[in-house]
């Protein structure tokens, strides 16, 4: 099973910084990193996306976040950063990492060439609070 933690929520005064990261973790062989990005949902609403960036390093974000937040990943070390700047009260909410990635399901199938698997991942979560 592929497992993603998430580190670096925590409480923040507004126009203040945080920084997220996320690393996916597996007993599979990874083959490909395909998307990597953060979610968020704040109480009573909709999870929502907030940036995504995939294997040709572009990048996607919501236009409440544009120029304040950055994402980044790390493909050798499997994870994925959001550098969240100029923090507003209205960005408090539950971050999720979300990653789609391919694994090598070669070793479980007893099969002797690379057998790709690619699924969608979600971590716990973690609370960015941002006080005005």
């Known amino acids: 099973q592929v497992q993603l933690v998430e580190s670096g929520g925590g409480l923040v005064q507004a126009g203040g910084s945080l920084r997220l990261s996320c690393l996916a973790s597996?007993?599979?062989?990874?083959?490909?990193?395909?998307?990597m990005g953060w979610y968020r949902q704040a109480p009573g609403k909709q999870r929502e996306l907030v940036a995504t960036i995939y294997r040709n390093n572009n990048t996607n974000y919501a236009d409440s976040v544009k120029r304040r937040f950055t994402i980044s990943r790390d493909g050798a070390r499997k994870t994925v950063e959001l550098q969240m700047t100029n923090l507003r009260p209205e960005d408090t909410a539950v971050y999720f990492c979300y990653v789609v990635l391919t694994t090598d399901e070669a070793a479980d199938l007893m099969r002797d060439k690379p057998v790709p698997n690619t699924n969608g991942f979600w971590g716990k979560g973690t609370l960015v609070t941002v006080s005005s």
């Open positions: 597996t007993s599979k062989p990874i083959l490909r990193l395909d998307i």
